[in-house]
């Protein structure tokens, strides 16, 4: 099983810029595809960016395409989101999750994070 800590969060003015990591423990973090979620206040879980275990392959969500890079370093154990041009409306707790490689990379994410708040001022 694989431990995951998000950090990073905060608070944020529009237009600025902000970088998220979440450092697994326990499996090595190549055994997992891996993904960042959000969840708006009053809002569903959304997903919002996944890359593979490897790093080759990466996908974002329309929403955040353009400003919003995911990466990983397996030899450090760390997923980054590089958030940039942040808005208002991507306020909400962020949430790294795994997925194993032996399955498809867009398939349902079973083991979280516990979450870090990022909060964009306008």
């Known amino acids: 099983q694989v431990h995951l800590v998000e950090s990073g969060g905060g608070l944020v003015q529009a237009g600025g810029s902000l970088r998220l990591s979440c450092v697994a423990s326990g499996r090595a973090f190549d055994n997992y595809h891996m993904g960042w979620f959000r969840q708006a206040p009053g809002k569903e879980r959304e997903p919002v960016a996944r890359i593979n275990w490897s790093g080759s392959s990466t996908y974002y969500e329309d929403s955040v395409k353009g400003r919003f890079t995911i990466s990983r370093d397996n030899a450090k154990n760390t997923a980054y989101l590089q958030m940039n041009k942040v808005k208002p409306e991507d306020t909400a707790v962020y949430y790294c999750?795994?997925?194993?490689?032996?399955?498809?990379?867009?398939?349902?994410?079973?083991?979280w994070g516990r979450g870090t708040q990022v909060t964009v001022s306008s």
């Open positions: 999750a795994v997925r194993p490689r032996a399955n498809d990379w867009f398939g349902d994410y079973a083991l």
